[in-house]
């Protein structure tokens, strides 16, 4: 049992690898809005290493900057963050029923757009030293490039820096597509969000919501048509 819980946090480490690389691209240029907020080095670091968001870490370090009260800025972080409420609802399906309550918050620590994506493609039940095996490489990645970002950030050209932010989404694609090829319905569901997300950015009359909220009321409402219409069911033991 204790290999077979190696082994899963092995693969998981593995597999978020390829997270890791696009979390280091992204967290370099989240160091430079830590700098221009005054924050140091191992100051920026430390805030990547225990918040892994980089909206809510962008919104945190945007009221710092705007020297915003403590209140006001843990209100921004909270509905910067309030899509991985929906996540971690989610995933807790994806977990054994006697997955151990510790175990559990500690998934909860880093669920990510990307490790959500990771995990929630894998059929079955996921162990979750499989997810703490992707934690494993994707928070250091994360904390170590908002570090060098602060570090060396300005010796940097503005066009490098755009291009390195690009790279998460390139990487996120790598994780949704394989699982998308072997599934119809999962296909026509990222396509669909897909385009409601594009025409929820443009058309002017949704200008009164924010992004986050946005993708909150997505990401409710196509699950709730996907369970709807395309209901899993449970296997019979």
Known sequence: MEMSARAEFARGAKDGLPIMAGYFA???TLGIAARNAGLSAFQAGLASFLLNASAGEYAAFSA???GAGYIEAAFMVLVANARYLLMS????QKLAPTTPLWKRLVVGYDITDEIFALAISRSGFV???YIFGAMSVAIPGWAVGTYLGVAVGNLLTPGL???LS???YGMFLAVILPPARKDRVLLCLILVSMALSFLARTLPGLTFLSDNMKTIVLTVGISLLAAIL???REAKS
């Open 230 to 232: 395309f209901p899993i």
């Open 166 to 168: 690009v790279g998460l």
């Open 161 to 163: 820096l755009s291009a």
């Open 89 to 92: 609802f989610a995933l807790s």
């Open 127 to 129: 162990a979750p030293a």
């Open 26 to 28: 992204v967290s370099f």
């Open 64 to 66: 710092m900057a705007a």
